[in-house]
Each structure stands twice: as C-alpha cells, then as structure tokens.
C-alpha cells in the first residue's frame, strides 16, 4: 500500500510507520521536523526509499498541497492516517481554536487535499486517530474543554465524510491510553501495542464500518 501518516515524529506516528514499514509498504510520512527526530532518520536508513519524509506545519495554509504534491508520483494514496493532534488543558480562546484548528479543521483539510489520489485506489481508507475523550455518552470526568470538544468535531467530520464519499472507508480510532509524551507518566499502553492494534482493525475494515468510532482493540465505543 501507499500510505501517509501525519504526526510521525514520535509516539504512535512513529510506531505506525515502523509497523507499516515493517508490512512492507511504502510510507509519506509527515511532520513539522522530521531531520530532528531519531527514530525517522532511522526507519530511512532501514528502509530507503519506501519511506518519504516530508516537513510541514500542518497549521499552514500551504500544509494540505505540499502533502498533496508529494504524493504525485505515486500511483494512488490507499490509506491516510491523520495522527497529529495536540493536548492542552487551558481554556482560554488561543487553546480553543488552536485545539480545533490541529484536532479538526487540518485532519479534513488533509483528506479532502488528498481525496484524489485516494479515489484511484480500489479500497481506500482513511483512519482518523481521536479520543475517547471525544465521546459525550462516556464523559463522566469532565474537565479538557478544548481537548473534549476538538476531538468529538472530529468525530462528527469522520462521520460527514463517509457519507458524502462512500466509496472511501473513513473511522476514527481511540488509540488507548499510550505511553508518549501527551499520554503522561501514568499511561498504561505501550506505543507499539496501540500501533499494532491500530494496524489489526486497518487491516480488518469493511465497508460497513465506514463512518465508525472503533478503540484500537477493535471494539466500537459511544458517541
């Protein structure tokens, strides 16, 4: 497969590229600076020319067509994953639209720059990593206003484009509660656990579970 991962500098967008490298596939992965991180630089060295490192702050308006150039050579895009987002608790009205604009606004603006290249594949699928913190019915803690809500638009986004595009199988997927550095010191997941679960409901989608809100062990959770 032809696969672009967002977020890959580190924590789960790492592990998903060294696990689709390792699937063999050829992967574009993106983030703001990959020459500075050590495990990407590592993977190109591995892997060659079947991993493409592509710097760009998703923020920018120019993010989704540089993304989209870099993939022109290639024959399709079969599967994007939106894995880039960010966790912070203020509530003020930078962190609101800051959240929303990484959370939200980029994971839509990446797909549909992307929605060409997709259609050209015959299964093409989009995962959306998100959150159980996105999901209203299990809020029972409240608190993360930014992160909540960011997260459950999200969610609604996921769900409008399986709709208007079904031809494309579109999820958002909760990776756990993994071991980065947004996870914290008490997380209990490993980041190569939530990256090959991730992997395993990748690999088992259907057509039916498009537009779907799946945890990474494959479970489907409440809105």
Not at 28 to 56: F, N, T, Y
Request: neutral net charge; proline residues 4%; aromatic residues 6%.
């Amino acid at each position: 497969m032809h696969i672009v991962i967002t977020g890959t500098s580190r924590g789960i967008g790492l592990e998903l590229t060294r696990q689709a490298l390792d699937k063999k596939h050829t992967v574009l992965a993106v983030a703001r600076q990959p020459e500075e991180s050590k495990g990407l630089k590592e993977l190109k060295a591995e892997h060659g020319e079947r991993l493409q490192l592509l710097a760009v702050e998703l923020t920018h308006p120019e993010a989704p067509a540089k993304i989209q150039a870099a993939v022109r050579t290639w024959p399709q895009v079969d599967l994007l994953v939106n894995n880039a987002g960010i966790l912070e608790q203020s509530t003020s009205t930078e962190t609101f639209l800051k959240s929303f604009h990484i959370n939200s606004v980029v994971p839509f603006q990446v797909t549909t720059a992307l929605l060409p290249a997709l259609r050209k594949s015959r299964q093409a699928k989009a995962v959306h990593v998100t959150s159980m913190m996105g999901s209203i019915e299990d809020n029972g803690s409240g608190g993360y206003y930014a992160y909540r809500s960011s997260k459950a638009a999200l969610n609604m986004i996921n769900k409008s484009l399986a709709i208007d595009n079904e031809w494309l199988n579109t999820i958002v997927i909760h990776p756990g509660w993994v071991q980065t550095d947004m996870g914290g010191k008490g997380a209990t997941t490993p980041a190569s656990e939530s990256a090959a679960g991730i992997w395993k409901v990748i690999e088992g989608l259907t057509t039916e579970d498009s537009g779907a809100f799946f945890d990474f062990r494959g479970k489907r959770l409440p809105w």
